[in-house]
């Protein structure tokens, strides 16, 4: 990365620019459809889309690992999980029309502040960055992995404590939870007394 | 002109092994399930060992019509089988069969991550076949194969992620570069913890709950019929490929092999591969499906654990020889 030295002008894009471009495009329509479709399980499957040209924009960036781990955790891990859950519990095909939220103004305002807030912090952090696309990638493993475990390892591990934290809390949940419904039944078994808990 | 020639020829090479590597294991398949289990269906279409049957399923499944099911979302169970089998042909390109620059697709620079991503993303073609068709056991052969692949892409990645760690590189090509003969016994929990999973990751048997046939009636493929049907077949077979292939590369050592390095590596790869795919088969044929709840019980309580001790293994062992 070097400072902004253009060696080219603003009105005369290179290819890799106009694919990013094009890209996003596509990556916002899909997002944009994604919170708009009436039918639930094409909203899950419009998240595909958005996240795969997404991890297509990295690519371009030259940042080959980020890309990759984006596919592998949101495509194959986040959006399966969703699924998941959608066909346990309702996926009809067709339109829902209870799709619709009433906090759908809440939800904007909430979506356009976080948004406002990512690209401040993007373009005041990276402001006179540049990608030399045609150099060694920037985003290699090693030079991501070298990054990542020299400039930004209490982050990391302030992270990994977080997720450490949502794993216990998850598993006491629902062990609680289970704790809870037995001790229901048991007092839901015992005045009665004739019958017992157990068959 | 030079370069485009290079890159043509690879692409079309790797889309070459993609269409008649499948077809081979799927030849084979026949052929061993025969001799095992004294089949005479598939050792009599044309002759000697049955050589036509696969001819003959190629042009059976031609002929059927195309069905789309009244109440499916027909997009969706149209793009389905594609979703399922495009990803293990980007998955092919990875795969270097033999040392040095030419043998393979595409080097690519985080190799491991590309391959298991990618390969995760076949999955979804499954899921959108079993939504989409608007049919109960569909349905379920769709859950059940979501539920297969959260429990069985941890192990997976754990394990390759030990490979990566002796290693020190997650590209493929630089694996094989590093690899040793003693990786072998020093891997050997993580290879069998990864084939397994992979096995589970393309329901195979004994991990076919997803499609069980004689239950709910090959799950999220039912309403499925004629081309779209052999897409998915092929799905299967190619993910066969592929995961051959990759624990070749990550496990076994890939073009490694006692002689012969220098230009008949990619034999000793095809070999191993071979070897693998002959006990992908074997393992059909001889064992019993295992139930949802023990599918889930063996990836969480066995194989999770397994592949961590592996990694502490590979850990320690690491620190130790540096």
Redesign the interface.
């Known amino acids: 990365m070097t400072l902004a030295a253009a060696s080219h002008g603003f009105l005369s894009p290179t290819g890799v620019e106009i694919a990013f471009l094009l890209v996003g495009l596509v990556t916002l329509g899909a997002a944009v459809l994604t919170v708009t479709t009436r039918q639930l399980v094409h909203a899950a499957l419009w998240l595909v889309v958005a996240l795969g040209g997404l991890a297509v924009e990295y690519l371009l960036l030259t940042a080959e690992f980020i890309a990759w781990v984006q596919v592998l955790i949101y495509v194959g891990a986040v959006v399966v999980l969703i699924l998941f859950g959608l066909m346990l519990t309702r996926a009809p095909i067709g339109r829902s029309p209870d799709a619709d939220s009433g906090n759908r103004w809440a939800a904007l305002t909430v979506a356009v502040a976080s948004a406002a807030a990512l690209v401040w912090v993007v373009v005041d952090a990276f402001r006179t960055t540049w990608i030399e696309l045609d150099g060694p990638a920037a985003g290699s493993t090693a030079v991501t992995g070298a990054s990542l475990f020299q400039n930004w390892v209490l982050p990391f591990e302030a992270l990994s404590v977080l997720l450490l934290a949502a794993l216990v809390g998850a598993i006491v949940l629902s062990r609680r939870t289970k704790a809870a419904r037995a001790d229901e039944v048991s007092r839901a078994g015992t005045p009665q007394g004739q019958q017992g808990g157990v068959r | 002109m030079n370069d485009a020639l290079d890159v043509t020829l690879r692409l079309l090479v790797v889309f070459v092994v993609f269409l008649a590597f499948p077809l081979i294991v799927g030849q084979t398949e026949h052929k061993v399930m025969a001799h095992m289990q004294g089949r005479l269906g598939p050792m009599y279409a044309g002759g000697f060992h049955g050589w036509a049957q696969l001819v003959a399923d190629g042009v059976k499944f031609a002929q059927k019509e195309d069905v789309v099911p009244a109440?499916?979302?027909r997009r969706?169970f149209q793009l389905a089988p594609a979703v399922a089998l495009l990803p293990y042909l980007l998955v092919l390109l990875a795969i270097p069969v033999g040392p040095g620059e030419g043998a393979v697709g595409q080097a690519?620079?985080?190799g491991v991550?590309?391959v298991?991503?990618?390969m995760?993303?076949g999955?979804?073609g499954s899921?959108?076949a079993?939504?989409?068709s608007?049919n109960k056991f569909s349905?379920l052969g769709?859950?059940r194969t979501?539920?297969q692949?959260?429990a069985y892409?941890l192990p997976m990645?754990l394990t390759a992620a030990s490979v990566a760690m002796a290693a020190g590189?997650?590209?493929l090509v630089g694996i094989l570069d590093a690899f040793e003969w003693w990786w072998l016994p020093w891997q050997i929990v993580g290879a069998v913890v990864f084939f397994v999973a992979g096995l589970a990751e393309l329901q195979r048997p004994p991990f076919d709950m997803p499609v069980a046939d004689s239950e709910i009636i090959f799950g999220a493929y039912t309403e499925y019929t004629g081309l779209r049907f052999a897409l998915f077949l092929l799905a299967e077979y190619a993910g066969i490929v592929v995961l051959c292939g990759l624990t070749t590369v990550l496990f076994l050592g890939g073009w490694h092999g006692p002689w012969g390095a220098d230009g008949l590596g990619w034999v000793w790869t095809l070999l191993k591969a071979a070897v693998l795919a002959f006990v992908v088969i074997w393992l059909r044929v001889t064992y019993p499906r295992l139930r949802e709840d023990q599918l889930q019980k063996l990836s969480w309580t066995l194989l999770v654990p397994l592949s961590l001790a592996q990694i502490a293994l590979t850990g320690i062992v690491k620190v130790v020889i540096a």
């Open positions: 109440d499916a979302d969706i690519v620079d985080a991550f590309f298991l991503a990618v995760g993303v999955v979804l899921l959108m079993g939504w989409s608007a349905l769709g859950l979501a539920a692949l959260l892409e990645l590189t997650v590209s």
